[in-house]
């Protein structure tokens, strides 16, 4: 730390007290990304809940940054209300794994008809938030309606769910990204029906092979999809009405599947989430910070 001009601490817990500590010793600049969904009050781990000394720290290194390089608007809001005091902020959104972006081509299928089975994709850590057990429900109550669908659900704590595999329901365990890159390509619409999140990655590679995404409007989930790439559930007030708005969400993406370019869904998707966009912003505020009190540094 001593030879550093400037340090990006991502995710704060433990390690971001002691940047904020030694800079005053050393006098770096310091950036801060959170990715935490402990910022909503609504979830059971939330901030306010935390014990006395994580708050402590967490609000030492906020007093102590110089940029919030945030991955969505909402986040910085709600930081900023839980430590009352602005720090300037940049959007840096979650970069895509180079293993998606090197197996993106010809991601995007054929268009289908009304008559196809639609394909859903979830993929997550399966914690109860996630509302997996929900989201399969759900899927089957449709199906027995006459829906023609298939969910195919990926990632670690599946075997949790194994007793509901069906013909039309499909759990793997996690995989990597090349092994995923091919359910993102034959999915019609990517599904993630959770109480709380922040920006998640598994919208981003979603968006970026061109699937539409139906999720719920949390965290910073409404920044990343509007009504030209998915479809947003209202937040959940109680536990009876998640089967009926998750419900409500796939019939209205089934009523305009048509109406989404995928293609244009992909490229947007690019530009933001892509690596070199991405770096080349970061790099910008970095020059910014170290080169306003050096102007000689290169």
């Known amino acids: 730390l001593k030879n550093a001009d400037l340090v990006h601490v991502h995710a704060g817990d433990r390690i971001g007290f002691w940047a904020a500590w ?63 005091v602005s720090k300037p902020f940049m959007i840096f959104p979650n970069v895509l794994d180079q293993a998606f972006e090197e197996s993106q081509e010809n991601s995007i299928p054929d268009e289908k008809s009304n008559e196809d089975v639609v394909t859903l994709l979830h993929v997550s850590n399966f914690e109860a938030r996630k509302n997996v057990f929900e989201l399969i429900q759900t899927v089957n109550d449709l199906i027995r309606s006459g829906r023609k669908l298939r969910l195919i659900l990926i990632g670690a704590g599946s075997e949790k769910f194994s007793d509901y595999i069906s013909e039309n329901i499909v759990i793997l365990p996690s995989m990597n990204a090349q092994e995923l890159s ?92 892509g690596s070199e966009p991405v770096i080349h912003a970061l790099i910008e505020q970095y020059k910014q910070l170290v080169c306003a009190e050096s102007p000689e540094y290169p």
Not at 210 to 239: H, K, W, Y
């Open 22 to 84: 030694f800079k005053q010793k050393y006098g770096y600049k310091l950036v801060y990304t959170e990715h935490w969904a402990i910022y909503d009050s609504n979830t059971s781990d939330a901030f306010e809940n935390r014990n006395i000394w994580f708050r402590f720290y967490m609000k030492w290194l906020w007093k102590k940054t110089d940029l919030v390089a945030s991955i969505s608007t909402k986040l910085y809001s709600s930081m900023e209300a839980k430590y009352a």
């Open 182 to 273: 091919e359910y993102y390509k034959q999915a019609d619409v990517f599904i993630l029906p959770s109480d709380a999140e922040n920006s998640p990655c598994v919208i981003s590679e979603a968006l970026s092979f061109g699937l539409p995404v139906i999720a719920t409007d949390v965290g910073g989930v409404s920044e990343m999809i509007n009504e030209t790439n998915g479809v947003l559930i209202p937040r959940f007030q109680t536990p009876q009405e998640k089967e009926n708005k998750i419900s409500e969400a796939i019939l209205e993406f089934l009523s305009k599947s048509q109406t989404f370019d995928r293609d244009a869904i992909k490229h947007h998707a690019e530009g933001l989430y």
